[in-house]
């Protein structure tokens, strides 16, 4: 159906902004609008090409680099509705996806036709982020909040505030903290492990749902002594200690190993976790011989920006190398990135580097990638962010 007429304000984007909405990408740069209608930060605009040819509706944001960010082909005058519409589509899609967890992500975003919004669910409680400036008006926060309401019913909803976003939004700024409900803490469970949840701690919104489906695959490989580097509130420990004799978790964050250790006792297992920077500890751990069975390597995202590539690959590549060399014959190894910046191809080559540096033999037993709740879009390639490999190692 092509495009009606709306009152929106006009945005003319240039050619190569064009190619880009016309290969299915919902961005366009700052760089690339050519002539704009004046258009309050966060407005509902039409987008058209030079000719004025109109390619549907946007968020526009007055600061962001990404100046827009496509709706819908269709003409939009009613934003709250439209929101309202695709959480209920958001949550009727994680229905048929996801299983085994009370813990899962309900809006992703870009990857949900909402940009800017994201909402976990931890059990009862939901947490949210508002990451644009047309997500952050009033209108739209209480159309976010009353159809989360009407949903989920939980028992609270809150807010996890990134002050870097709001400044590079020019939002002011707010705290992070309780938009409904007076529960801020809870627990949840993903396959059959129990977790603590606070909302008003943590990193992210708290855990890392991506790698749910993984730690579930991890499982089924994960033998003997396992170390869980970068291990957070213990995902991967927790979900391996089943399966293995002995498991050592590491982190630099001792809140973090706080919660792990609260996490093991729910799950009465017993788990080592050891408070250190993750270099040392290998780099330690490798020169001495130590050895294992299973070792999960998940570090935070090295590479921020583009620029950041090769010193991320060789970070990677130095926490690899260390890996490999301390795997028993028939080890197993879960090696992870969630850098964005670091695509599947790169990071598939620096491993194969490090097993020719250690003489090991490396099978893939998968290359996989986000929990499905966390939508890849095939046109929209940032979307798809995390690479979780696992191979057996000789
Ligand atoms: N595997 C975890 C998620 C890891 S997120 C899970 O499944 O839940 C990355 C973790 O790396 C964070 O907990 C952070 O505290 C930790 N971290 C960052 N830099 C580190 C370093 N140099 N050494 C050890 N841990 C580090």
């Not at 009353?146 to 020019?170: F, G, H, K, Y």
């Not at 270099?279 to 995202?301: E, G, H, M, Q, W």
């Not at 920006?305 to 010193?311: E, F, M, N, P, Q």
Request: charged share 25%.
């Amino acid at each position: 159906m092509p495009p009606t007429k709306s009152a929106n304000p006009i945005i003319k984007i240039s050619p190569r902004g064009a190619t880009r909405l016309k290969a299915g990408h919902v961005w366009v740069y700052r760089s690339d609008i050519t002539s704009t209608d004046v258009a309050p930060a966060g407005s509902l605009v039409t987008v058209t090409d030079q000719r004025g040819k109109p390619f549907g509706t946007a968020l526009y944001s007055s600061s962001s680099q990404i100046a827009i960010r496509m709706l819908s082909r269709d003409s939009i005058s009613d934003l709250p509705a439209l929101i309202r519409e695709r959480i209920r589509a958001a949550i009727a899609y994680r229905r048929t996806i996801v299983r085994d967890t009370d813990a899962y992500r309900l809006v992703f975003s870009e990857a949900d036709l909402i940009p800017g919004l994201i909402v976990d669910r931890y059990n009862d409680i939901l947490s949210l982020q508002i990451l644009t400036q047309a997500i952050d008006t009033d209108i739209v926060r209480e159309a976010v909040i009353s159809e989360l309401t009407e949903q989920i019913r939980p028992a609270a909803i809150m807010e996890r505030v990134d002050p870097r976003v709001r400044e590079l939004e020019t939002l002011p700024s707010r705290p992070s903290g309780l938009l409904e409900g007076t529960k801020t803490s809870t627990g949840f469970t993903m396959n059959g492990v129990h977790f603590h949840y606070d909302g008003l701690e943590g990193q992210k919104t708290g855990a890392f749902l991506d790698q749910r489906e993984n730690y579930a695959v991890a499982v089924q490989h994960a033998h003997g002594e396992a170390l869980d580097v970068f291990c957070y509130q213990g995902g991967f420990a927790l979900h391996v200690a089943p399966h293995c004799s002995a498991v050592t978790g590491v982190d630099s964050s001792r809140p973090a190993l706080e919660v792990a250790d609260q996490n093991a006792a729910l799950n009465q297992r017993e788990i080592e976790w050891i408070e250190a920077n993750a270099f040392d500890l290998l780099k330690d751990y490798a020169s001495s011989n130590r050895l294992y069975d299973t070792i999960v390597l998940d570090p935070p995202a090295f590479a921020k920006t583009k620029r950041d590539l090769d010193s991320a690959l060789r970070a990677y590549k130095e926490l690899n190398l260390r890996a490999l060399k301390m795997l028993r014959p028939g080890g197993i190894l879960v090696t992870c990135s969630c850098s964005y910046h670091v695509g599947q191809s790169d990071f598939l080559e620096m491993l194969a580097a490090a097993a020719l540096d250690t003489h090991r033999t490396v099978r893939l037993l998968e290359i996989r990638g986000q929990a499905k709740d966390h939508p890849v879009l095939l046109n929209i390639p940032e979307t798809a962010y995390l690479k979780c490999v696992l191979a057996a190692v000789n």
